[in-house]
């Protein structure tokens, strides 16, 4: 796709959802780590629920901590890996109470050094958090990257830098939550409903699906 073309592509997503946000539910940047670190391989709904009653009785590291982990797991057992995650959450809220006053850090690398938490998840986090125009890619994000020709690639990380190239630096911070919901809800990886594409002018996917 050319580079005009991904400013069209974009902006029709923006006017479609002039204000793109986060599914996931949270209060500040140590509830959005959680929550972040939780949805791996989860849903946001149900990640939500799961923290509905985590964060009402654990919504700063110190909390987590004293929780435990088996009482951080007993919240999260509805969502995959919860074994893993909730060591994981356990571990990097004694993180940030050991090495950064109980803070979440804005820089990558001391993101990426707290347990369970790795490119994508800090990507997130940054972004969200921090304002920073960063970019995420999931699986929704890595299958958009593809199909629509927007920004190639073999791998998450080769996507995430041609977004960084391609993406106008004034859409970066917000492509990030329009592709992923526009993945979400319309172009859908069994069969992508193109014919309420409001982008599919612009898009290179070649066999684009009528309305049912």
């Excluded at 006017?15 to 986060?22: L, M």
């Excluded at 946001?44 to 009785?57: H, K, M």
């Excluded at 700063?60 to 435990?68: I, N, Q, R, S, T």
């Excluded at 958009?144 to 911070?173: C, F, H, M, Q, S």
């Amino acid at each position: 796709m050319p580079r005009e073309d991904v400013r069209h592509f974009l902006e029709a997503l923006a006017r479609a959802t002039p204000d793109p946000k986060s599914e996931l539910h949270y209060a500040d940047p140590f509830t959005l780590l959680v929550a972040v670190v939780l949805s791996a391989q989860a849903t946001d709904v149900g990640v939500n629920r799961a923290t509905a009653t985590l964060f009402r009785d654990a919504a700063a590291p110190a909390a987590m901590v004293a929780l435990g982990e088996a009482g951080i797991a007993r919240h999260i057992r509805s969502i995959g890996l919860w074994q893993t995650k909730a060591r994981n959450v356990l571990g990097l809220s004694q993180a940030l109470l050991d090495h950064h006053d109980g803070n979440v850090p804005a820089e990558r690398a001391a993101l990426e050094a707290l347990p369970g938490v790795g490119r994508k998840t800090a990507n997130v986090v940054l972004n969200v958090a921090f304002g920073e125009p960063t970019m995420a890619v999931d699986t929704h994000i890595f299958r958009l990257g593809n199909r629509t020709g927007i920004a190639p690639g073999k791998t998450p990380r080769a996507v995430e830098d041609a977004l960084l190239r391609r993406v106008p630096p004034e859409l970066l911070r917000d492509a990030h939550h329009l592709l992923i919901l526009h993945g979400r809800y319309v172009c859908k990886a069994r069969r992508p409903e193109c014919w309420r594409c409001v982008a599919a002018a612009w898009c290179r996917f070649g066999a684009k699906t009528p309305a049912p």
